[in-house]
């Protein structure tokens, strides 16, 4: 399983491809196949997330595992919050608290990712 530690490529690829897949399905009609399809597909993309930072999480999390924790933690409750969206909108309710609280917790797990060791050194 090292190639899912090896780097962060199949992580960051991961969430990339994940929070499009979602924000295309959020955008769809409501009754629309193609959003019921891209709902799917951006849950497998969930697990794929998950068991990549996962990894990635226990291979490092020695160096400094409270930050380590504190991001696993963000991803979590960022997935949290594209599903909350999913739930308002199928309940035709507002979603615009729930879509803030993703952007949120979405800037703050990438912010921390990059600020860790084994992330990108973008600031």
Request: no cysteine.
């Amino acid at each position: 399983m090292d190639f899912l530690t090896s780097s962060t490529h199949l992580h960051i690829f991961s969430w990339v491809v994940g929070i499009i897949v979602f924000l295309i399905a959020a955008t769809q009609p409501l009754d629309s196949k193609v959003r019921k399809i891209m709902k799917m597909v951006v849950r497998v993309f969930y697990i794929l997330i998950i068991i990549t930072g996962l990894a990635l999480f226990i291979k490092f999390m020695s160096g400094d595992a409270a930050l380590y924790g504190i991001k696993f933690i963000l991803g979590i409750v960022t997935i949290g919050m594209m599903e909350m969206v999913f739930a308002r909108q199928a309940k035709n309710k507002s979603a615009q608290l729930f879509w803030i609280l993703f952007a949120v917790s979405v800037l703050a797990t990438v912010a921390l990712g990059f600020h860790l060791p084994f992330g990108l050194k973008l600031f």
